[in-house]
């Protein structure tokens, strides 16, 4: 059974620093890894996806990098903005008989002004 | 183009009473999901839909809810009686296929007194 863990459950920073946030994974069958943010009383928003046969992946200031063979992912956020205060949630795309999303419990970031 | 819809936003009921959620997902999207969301955990997937058949319905509680999706487009969720540990915020996804990228609506926020 797949299970995510990410490390830590919350953060919080001053503005303008860089910051790492951990996910880890127990099965290495998957088809793509997604790291979400989530705004109080929202839905999900993705911001990046990495196929299984990639290693990373850019979107501005923010970086997921994905060593399926270990299991982990980590989210680099550069220059942190008060603006990028909500929870971030990883999942991974099971393959497999229902190919089904499988979340971690997310890390609450706030990044104070 | 118009994202996944839901109804309603919030949903306050009293324990054994019933309620309805309702998902329209992205046009043209084959797959469709609902995840329920307990406060403090990650998503986790309840049911998955390829067009109007039941793809995945493992982690579904059989008991008391139930879903449907007619016509292979829009869906509804019910939960019939609903009990205090049903409290949650109901997400519904879509996606053009199995294995692509899914795309989640608002939520529906119940809380059962």
């Known amino acids: 059974k797949q299970e995510v863990t990410q490390i830590p459950a919350a953060l919080s920073v001053p503005e303008g620093e860089n910051l790492v946030l951990n996910c880890s994974f127990t099965?290495?069958?998957?088809?793509?890894l997604q790291w979400f943010r989530q705004d109080p009383g929202k839905g999900l928003t993705s911001l990046l996806l990495?196929?299984?046969?990639?290693r990373e992946q850019t979107s501005g200031r923010l970086n997921a990098s994905l060593d399926k063979s270990s299991g982990r992912s980590t989210l680099y956020i550069a220059a942190s903005q008060p603006g990028d205060s909500a929870t971030y949630l990883c999942?991974?795309?099971?393959?497999?008989?229902?190919?089904?999303?499988?979340f971690g419990k997310g890390t609450k970031l706030t990044v104070n002004p | 183009e118009a994202g996944v819809a839901q109804s309603p936003r919030y949903k306050i009921i009293e324990k054994r009473q019933s309620v309805a959620f309702w998902c329209n997902p992205i046009?043209?999207?084959?797959?469709l999901y609902w995840y329920q969301q307990i406060l403090g955990q990650g998503p986790k997937l309840l049911i998955q839909?390829?067009?109007?058949?039941?793809?995945?319905d493992s982690q579904l509680p059989k008991d008391r809810f139930s879903a449907e999706r007619l016509k292979g487009v829009d869906s509804t969720l019910k939960i019939q009686p609903a009990k205090l540990e049903d409290s949650a915020v109901y997400l519904c996804?879509?996606?053009?296929?199995?294995?692509?990228?899914?795309?989640f609506g608002p939520g529906t926020r119940l809380l059962v007194l």
């Open positions: 996804a879509s996606s053009r296929d199995r294995a692509e990228t899914q795309y």
């Open positions: 099965d290495s069958a998957i088809y793509n």
């Open positions: 990495i196929q299984s046969s990639q």
């Open positions: 999942a991974v795309l099971t393959q497999g008989g229902s190919e089904k999303l499988v």
């Open positions: 046009s043209g999207h084959a797959t």
């Open positions: 839909f390829q067009n109007n058949g039941v793809v995945d």
